[in-house]
């Protein structure tokens, strides 16, 4: 398979300063996806579902779509589910894949492979992460619009606002972390914030839970963090010179993989975190 980040990652992880944490690639896919955006592991966790955007980020020309990769990397299916414009980030809940795509929320029937309805968000700009509650309300951000909207059912309210470039959102009980511009936010139950790590790269994308207060933050400017508990930040990943993206990322506890996509260069890469 082609080395697309082999000479940034072996750069990052020969530096003293990163003797803490450490990200060891494990494979990476041949190009054949169409700029990748968000993995998920399958419910049975026997391959992953890949967003891809088909063309441009921005592009509403339903030549959006929904993939199958192996958990070796190999593309078992193209076109999973189509008709989507440029979907980013997804998630599962109930046998339901729901995917962000620019201005709506598009769920897909997981055993059936298709779309079962569209949730429009009136005023989205760049639907891009998700993440669902306990309660089974679903959440996404808008990057470009600063907001979180709330999904239960059909109804769709504005949770947080005058946020700048949120991005990668998760529970954590009851607490909803996002991961910003300005940094790692924490909202707890009543919306109170708390910044939990500042000093990372600006352009936020993903955001994953290692283990409790304990997260991997990546940049689509192509930088990976690791947050500790006490809110300092160390660099991982820097692909910034190669100009590769350090995608949407999802993290696997069973075997301690990470997962990520890498936007335009059209690979997703597997890690072993340590």
Not at 190 to 205: L, Q
């Amino acid at each position: 398979m082609r080395n697309v980040i082999g000479i940034a990652l072996t750069v990052l992880l020969t530096a003293p300063a990163l003797a803490q944490h450490s990200l060891d690639k494990i494979w990476e896919t041949e190009p054949v996806l169409k700029f990748p955006e968000c993995p998920v592991l399958e419910p049975g966790g026997k391959f992953l579902y890949v967003s891809n955007t088909g063309g441009g980020p921005m592009d509403k020309a339903g030549k959006g779509s929904i993939v199958k990769v192996g958990l070796d990397g190999k593309l078992l299916q193209a076109g999973w589910v189509t008709g989507l414009d440029a979907p980013k980030g997804m998630a599962q809940s109930g046998g339901l894949l729901y995917a962000a795509d620019l201005d709506q929320v598009v769920v897909v029937d997981e055993k059936k492979a298709a779309i079962v309805k569209r949730v429009p968000i009136a005023g989205a700009r760049l639907l891009h992460n998700l993440a669902i509650d306990s309660q089974g309300i679903v959440y996404v951000s808008d990057m470009f619009g600063g907001k979180v909207y709330a999904i239960k059912g059909d109804e769709v309210t504005t949770y947080l606002d005058q946020l700048n470039m949120p991005a990668g959102l998760l529970f954590s009980g009851t607490d909803l972390y996002i991961f910003t511009g300005d940094g790692l936010l924490k909202f707890d139950a009543a919306k109170n914030k708390t910044t939990v790590s500042k000093g990372m790269d600006g352009r936020a994308n993903g955001l994953v839970i290692i283990r409790d207060h304990e997260f991997i933050a990546t940049s689509w400017g192509g930088y990976a963090y690791y947050v500790n508990a006490d809110g300092s930040n160390q660099l991982l990943l820097d692909t910034s010179a190669q100009r590769i993206a350090a995608g949407i990322n999802l993290y696997d506890a069973k075997t301690n993989t990470m997962y990520m996509t890498t936007d335009e260069h059209n690979v997703l890469i597997a890690f072993r975190v340590k």
